[in-house]
């Protein structure tokens, strides 16, 4: 099965700093989605990456895919206090789209 | 569209008793996933469906576990008995053919006593 490590568990970060979230696969990844969840609430979607090396951005968040496609990274720029929340990576289970299994998730909290 | 609406919001029941969850995918979507999420084991997968039909079923833990999707509109998950270790929050999401994201809905969180 598909196995997703997340690091860190957690994070504290000061207002304004940058902070990187990594996400390694045993496996080579077909797909690798990066979900954010808000305390309380359900998984809104951020950013799927596909190709060997890519990387999107997004307002202040960049993710990138390494060229062997088992290790992502999610980078935040200047965090703000609305950057909170709990990351997850997620990978295309069997290559048939959108049936992801995902990371344990990294928990994100941005000091004022 | 409202996205996709989950009920109820917060469940509270004691062990031995039957739980039902409720979900209403978005319109249009052909599929639906069922997840539950625990601090111990991260968000799990535990069945989808496309078309009204389980594809895999494989992350269903237990026959106390059963899910369906008798329209395309709504489908239910059900634990008979429950059990204090279900307790965690089941997440409902759909999606369509050819769309790369899952669209979430707010989650139920049940507690079993």
């Known amino acids: 099965s598909q196995e997703l490590e997340q690091s860190p568990q957690s994070l504290i970060v000061q207002e304004g700093k940058n902070l990187t979230i990594n996400c390694t696969s045993s496996k080579t990844l077909y797909g690798l989605y990066w979900y954010k969840q808000k305390y309380g609430e359900g998984l809104i979607f951020l950013m799927m990456?596909?190709?060997?090396?890519e990387e999107k951005s997004h307002e202040k968040i960049t993710a990138k895919l390494d060229e062997k496609k088992q290790q992502s990274s999610l980078h935040i720029t200047a965090s703000q206090p609305s950057h909170a929340g709990i990351y997850l990576c997620g990978a295309d289970k069997r290559n048939a789209g959108n049936m992801l299994t995902f990371g344990g998730g990294t928990r994100l909290m941005v000091k004022p | 569209d409202a996205g996709v609406i989950q009920s109820p919001r917060h469940e509270v029941t004691e062990m031995g008793q039957e739980v039902t969850l409720r979900c209403k995918p978005i319109s249009g979507h052909d599929y639906l996933f069922w997840y539950r999420q625990t601090m111990m084991r991260g968000l799990e997968l535990l069945i989808y469906f496309n078309n009204n039909v389980p594809i895999d079923d494989s992350g269903m833990p237990e026959d106390r576990f059963s899910a369906k999707m008798p329209n395309a509109s709504f489908s239910t998950l059900k634990i008979q008995p429950s059990e204090p270790r279900d307790s965690a929050v089941y997440f409902c999401a759909s999606s369509f053919t050819g769309e790369e994201k899952l669209f979430f809905g707010s989650g139920t969180q049940l507690s079993v006593l």
């Open positions: 990456l596909q190709k060997g090396g």
